[in-house]
């Protein structure tokens, strides 16, 4: 009964709740959306300052003055035609350094012919070995400069490069010879190595002594320098070369 | 209770006419409160209506009436890379209100006096005491003063922002740009020009993007003004163009002027020598004289002799030449020499009618074709005879502006394709206007060998820039001062293509009465004073614009070196 009569009431009070819930939705909408004209505002505000600032980093740094500067303390000129490389290759030529022959290697390795064959005593096997198999032909000896250590390599890519340098020149073979002994001597476990296995395989032992050394010179040689001057230059490097590459 | 009688209960008359009078008032009363309770609930219900339509539409308290945007008050400038050249600012200006003054009027014009001393203390004391409602003491005032200013604490005195127009390279590129005038109007330049563009709301939002590059012409300005002050010319033009796009890289004129500080421009420095000046500009034009010939079918090839007299008598005149040849002369020789006589022969059998027309097609008869208002218009001779024909093929007796020349080259090394001149840069909003054939191709391409002769051999060689194969041709005409050619004053000028085994860029330069100078050995003509800053300012620009420098490499020379006697390297003059 007294609910019934209280009726109206209820719905007046849901109704003004339900108004009250809308606007107060509205209310929060309408304060976002000022919150987010405000953050828009100060966007631009802050655009125009960031002009602003522009506009007098631009006029106290006007080309104007940068050329006054650059008269009066800096003297800055515009690159000469010479000062352009057209590409990397001209670019890495400029820092090449220069090419110089090396004088020290192959003084050593013209004396050493003959202390090599005389050290049968020192104990230092692989230089003997390698002495006297750069005794035995001129054909040999070239495989021994351009031999490698390294298992893969195979006895037919060698007899393939040798030939070449022997035609070229018989002479230098000792030369590269040489440098085996002074090399191999701080290296008693390589030499011990081929002191054991010297029957079996002759010329891998005495490759073994001879890469050793050779390796330790071409550190000093310039790879990409041109081919030096004349024919026993030519042959030295290319077999400095091919070592290098099967490197 | 005593029963009631019925005299009693029975109402009197009057009494009754009273109840029935109350009654009728009651439902008046009752009427009008009606009324007034429905009028006030109908103010109740618009008022809680307009509260509920503000609630939800309204504007709330703290809403910035919509967000501005940033749409400056005139539109920008920019150059071709987008680095402002024109800008509007807020700037401050500090104006009084002499009649609302409250102060001491003496004490404040002493301290006004003391912060800004451009008026003394009587002025500002007259100004004060006139009484006029309001003066301006000073605009684009410095934050400092304004500052200082406000410390006085005068509430007769305003400060206030206003938009003003700042040009942050000051005079770079001030011809170009132009200034607009006190009430924010373009006065001058792309300013006036562009007006309507730059303050119109609805695109002043966009800068307006120019084809000048800013590096370029700052190298182009100061090259220039250092061979102007060194040879104490009175003034100097010169204009870099695109060749392809007829796109105008850079254009100046000096005497420069500020054109933050309009008020002080004088005349001069107003005057734009690139597009209003008009200069007969000499030898430059001998060039066109060749590839009229040329297409004409009167010159077919650099090996065709002519005569070269030491002078050459003809229509009652006589042609001179600076160093005449004195022997038949083949037409590579005409030009590496910058021969007078020779020209005036090949011109002269073109033949007035032709030349007028080959004129006209390169837009030499009209002022030229550029948006800027500064335009000059093209002197010519009044009376186009035979002999004047000849004069015109070598530059002498007709005058165009050095942005003319500049469009001339560019349409002779475009393959003779012609491209209106334009400082607006060349892109989706300004696409590339269709050119118009001048030359053939095949003339265009054999010139590039010619002029390249003319800077490796002839009178251009110290315009060289080593790498950058620059060929061109030296100017020098002599000024006409009252009415008369003068002997000793000229207009030198240098027209150029870079690179020339492919052409990109042509530049040309101009100085107006150089002096001569010790190491010139008394000349002043073209090739001492012009051609150096020439080859200077390549050597600067070129590497900007993109052309890489070749030492190995030149345009095929061996269309013109045959037709040179003896390779021998003389100095010449123009």
Same mark, same amino acid.
């Given at each position: ?144 400069? @351009?031999?490698?250590?390294? #298992?893969?390599?195979? !006895? &037919?890519?060698? *007899?393939?490069?040798?030939?070449? $340098? %022997?035609?070229? =020149? ?6 590269? @010879?040489?440098?085996?002994? #002074?090399?191999?001597? !701080? &290296?008693?476990? *390589?030499?011990?190595?081929?002191? $054991? %296995?010297?029957? =079996? ?6 490759? @073994? ?11 000093? *040689? ?8 004349? =024919? ?16 | ?574």
């Amino acid at each position: 009964m007294s609910v019934r009569s209280f009726h109206s009431v209820y719905m007046a009070g849901t109704v003004a709740a339900a108004a009250l819930g809308c606007y107060l939705v509205s209310l929060r909408v309408a304060s976002e959306r000022a919150a987010l004209e405000g953050v828009e505002t100060r966007i631009v505000q802050t655009q125009s300052d960031i002009r602003m600032l522009q506009t007098e980093i631009g006029t106290r740094g006007r080309l104007d003055q940068l050329e006054q500067w650059n008269a009066s303390a800096l003297s800055l000129s515009a690159p000469a035609a010479n000062q352009f490389v057209e590409d990397s290759f001209q670019l890495a030529k400029l820092a090449a350094p220069d090419h110089h022959l090396e004088v020290k290697a192959p003084v050593i390795m013209a004396s050493a012919p003959a202390p090599a064959t005389q050290p049968v005593l020192g104990n230092d096997q692989s230089d003997q070995t390698a002495v006297t198999t750069s005794q035995d032909s001129p054909q040999q000896l070239v495989h021994e400069a @351009s031999l490698k250590i390294e #298992p893969r390599e195979t !006895p &037919e890519v060698e *007899a393939i490069v040798s030939p070449a $340098a %022997a035609r070229n =020149k018989p002479a230098p073979k000792p030369l590269v @010879s040489k440098p085996a002994q #002074p090399k191999s001597k !701080p &290296e008693p476990a *390589a030499a011990a190595a081929a002191k $054991a %296995a010297p029957k =079996k395989t002759p010329r891998l032992s005495i490759a @073994s002594a001879h890469t050793e050394t050779k390796s330790v010179k071409l550190a000093e *040689a310039d790879p990409l320098a041109p081919l030096p001057y004349g =024919k026993a230059h030519a042959a030295h490097s290319q077999q400095f070369r091919d070592s290098d590459r099967r490197k | 209770m005593n029963a009631p009688t019925a005299a009693l209960v029975a109402p009197r008359p009057e009494r009754l006419r009273l109840v029935g009078q109350r009654r009728q008032i009651l439902s008046m009363m009752h009427q009008r409160l009606m009324l007034g309770m429905l009028l006030y609930a109908g103010i109740v219900a618009i008022i809680a209506l307009r509260l509920v339509y503000l609630a939800a539409f309204g504007v709330h308290a703290g809403e910035q009436g919509g967000v501005p945007a940033l749409i400056p008050d005139r539109g920008d400038i920019i150059d071709r890379d987008g680095e402002p050249l024109a800008r509007t600012i807020n700037a401050w200006s500090i104006a009084i209100h002499p009649d609302k003054v409250i102060g001491d009027k003496l004490t404040l014009a002493g301290k006004l006096a003391q912060v800004m001393p451009e008026r003394s203390e009587a002025d500002y004391f007259a100004m004060l005491k006139s009484g006029k409602p309001f003066v301006y003491l000073q605009r684009r005032a410095s934050p400092d003063l304004v500052q200082a200013v406000n410390a006085i604490g005068e509430p007769g005195i305003e400060i206030q922002r206003e938009p003003v127009r700042l040009y942050p390279q000051t005079t770079l590129a001030a011809h170009v740009i132009g200034f607009t005038n006190i009430d924010g109007h373009g006065a001058y330049g792309i300013e006036r020009a562009f007006d309507n563009q730059l303050s119109d709301p609805a695109r002043r939002g966009a800068p307006v993007q120019l084809s000048i590059s800013m590096k370029v012409q700052q190298a182009l300005e100061h090259e220039l003004s250092d061979a102007m002050t060194h040879f104490s010319a009175i003034g100097a033009a010169g204009v870099v163009m695109d060749v392809h796009t007829g796109e105008v890289l850079a254009m100046t004129s000096l005497p420069a002027m500020n054109p933050n500080a309009p008020g002080q421009v004088t005349p001069d420095q107003m005057f734009n020598r690139a597009t209003q000046g008009v200069y007969e500009l000499g030898s430059t034009f001998k060039p066109f004289t060749l590839a009229m010939a040329m297409d004409s079918g009167i010159v077919r090839s650099f090996g065709q002799m002519y005569p070269c007299p030491k002078e050459l008598p003809a229509y009652g005149h006589t042609v001179h030449d600076t160093e005449p040849y004195g022997r038949p002369c083949s037409v590579a020789e005409i030009m590496k020499n910058s021969s007078n006589i020779g020209m005036a022969q090949i011109a002269d059998q073109i033949g007035a009618a032709r030349q007028q027309a080959w004129l006209k097609k390169m837009g030499f008869l009209s002022p030229v074709a550029i948006e800027l208002k500064e335009r000059g218009r093209p002197l010519t001779p009044r009376t186009w005879g035979p002999f004047e024909t000849m004069t015109v093929g070598f530059g002498q007796g007709i005058a165009v502006a050095p942005l003319q020349l500049a469009m001339g080259y560019a349409t002779l090394f475009d393959g003779g394709v012609y491209h209106p001149p334009t400082i607006l840069k060349i892109g989706p909003n300004h696409p590339l206007p269709p050119g118009r054939r001048v030359f053939t191709a095949d003339t265009s391409y054999r010139m590039r060998s010619l002029l390249r002769l003319v800077v490796t051999m002839g009178t251009g060689r110290k315009a060289d820039a080593p790498g950058y194969r620059v060929g061109g041709k030296t100017g020098t005409a002599q000024k006409v001062i009252n009415g008369r050619y003068s002997q000793s004053v000229n207009i030198t000028s240098f027209a150029g293509v870079f690179p020339m085994d492919d052409p990109r860029y042509v530049m040309v330069m101009m100085l107006d009465s150089p002096k001569a100078m010790p190491e010139t050995f008394g000349f002043t003509t073209a090739a001492w004073n012009i051609g150096p800053a020439f080859g200077r300012t390549v050597s600067r620009i070129a590497p900007m614009l993109g052309v890489e420098p070749d030492m190995n490499r030149e345009p095929d020379m061996s269309e013109v070196l045959p037709y040179v006697q003896g390779a021998q390297q003389t100095t010449k003059k123009d």
